[in-house]
């Protein structure tokens, strides 16, 4: 009836990147380090956030930069599913790391 082509054959070369080890983005950067880069570069770009929100674009922004320094190419992850950020405190501790401020980052930049 079907025969079996292997899902690699099906897919496109852009398509491949869905299967290759992505970094998770980790944040943890404190609220004096992520405030140089609010005022000098987040601020100006988006002019209604709030401050909150801006710490949090420059946070994703960082861990976005710093991961691709250390691996080239090989992209970042987050989650999206709210389920994910309900125990954060308990997680890392990072004030930034909600599903509100990280997704609204994210669609932002």
Known sequence: MFSAVPLAEVLSPVDH??????LRMTGRWSKEQLTPDVEKV????????TTKQLLS?????RSVYVGECHNPGQGCHYPRSKTVYDD???RDGDPFDSYRLTTKAADDL
Not at 42 to 49: C, H, S, T
Not at 57 to 61: D, G, H, S, T
Request: positive net charge; charged residues 30%; glycine residues 4%.
């Open 42 to 49: 987040w601020k100006p770009l988006f002019p209604g956030r």
């Open 17 to 22: 990147r869905l299967f290759d080890d992505h």
């Open 88 to 90: 954060r405190y308990q």
């Open 57 to 61: 674009i420059a946070r994703f922004a």
